[in-house]
C-alpha cells in the first residue's frame, strides 16, 4: 500500500511531471512564471483547485454517473467542478490580496481551462475505477494524485520563474528576449526532468 502512495507522488511530481513530461498547462506555466512569488501564488491555486476538483470528481462518478451508467457525462461534469472551484478561488484571493489578483490577471481565471487540472480528474477515474467500480484505497489515491499533481506544477512553475528572474540581468540577444527563451528553458527544464523516468520505485 505504501509503495503505491508513493508511486503516485513520485510519478506525478517528478516522473510524469503534468508540465515538463505531459506538456499540460503550458499556458498559466508560460505566462505567471515571471516572477517566482507569483509563480507560488499561482501554484498554490493550482494544489487547491486539484485537490478539491480530484475529491468532488471522485464523489460525482461514484455516486451519480457510475450508478446511472452516465458516465459519458464526466468530462462535462468535471469541467463545471473545476469552474466552480477556480471562481471560489478567484474571489478569495481578490478580497485577500488584490495586489496579487491584478498581477496574475487573466491567468488566474484560465486555470478553468488548464488541461492539467482536468487531466488529474480524468486519470483518477481511469486509474482508480475498474468497471466504474473503485479500487481499494481510490479516494486516498485520487486525493494524493491531486495533491501531487498540483504539487509538480508549482515545482515547475517555480523553477521556471527564479531562471527567469536571474535573466534579467542577463545579456540575453534581443532576438531571443520574450517568448523565445522561456520556451527554451521550458525545455531544458523539461529534458531535464526527463532523467527521473529511470526512477524505479
Not at 1 to 23: D, P
Request: with cysteine; aromatic share 12%; glycine share 4%.
Amino acid at each position: 500500500m505504501l509503495k503505491q502512495f508513493l508511486t503516485v507522488i513520485f510519478s506525478a511530481v517528478l516522473i510524469h511531471n503534468f508540465v515538463l513530461y505531459r506538456c499540460l498547462g503550458i499556458c498559466p506555466y508560460a505566462g505567471v512564471s515571471q516572477e517566482s512569488r507569483n509563480s507560488l501564488s499561482m501554484g498554490i491555486a493550482v494544489i487547491f483547485v486539484m485537490t478539491l476538483s480530484s475529491l468532488i470528481s471522485w464523489l460525482i462518478y461514484r455516486f451519480l454517473l457510475a450508478p446511472f451508467h452516465i458516465e459519458y457525462l464526466r468530462t462535462v461534469t468535471f469541467i463545471l467542478v473545476i469552474a466552480t472551484f477556480v471562481q471560489i478561488t478567484e474571489m478569495v484571493i481578490h478580497k485577500t490580496n488584490r495586489k496579487l489578483h491584478q498581477s496574475l490577471g487573466i491567468y488566474l481565471p484560465l486555470i478553468t481551462t488548464n488541461c492539467a487540472v482536468l487531466a488529474v480528474t480524468v486519470l483518477n477515474i481511469d486509474n482508480f475505477f475498474i468497471n466504474a467500480k473503485p479500487v481499494p484505497y481510490s479516494l486516498v489515491l485520487s486525493l494524493t494524485q491531486g495533491v501531487s499533481a498540483g504539487v509538480g506544477f508549482t515545482l515547475a512553475i517555480f523553477l521556471l520563474a527564479t531562471i527567469r528572474e536571474r535573466l534579467e540581468f542577463a545579456n540575453v540577444p534581443n532576438c531571443l528576449k520574450g517568448a523565445p527563451i522561456t520556451f527554451i528553458l521550458a525545455s531544458l527544464i523539461s529534458l531535464s526532468f526527463l532523467g527521473f523516468t529511470g526512477m524505479k520505485i
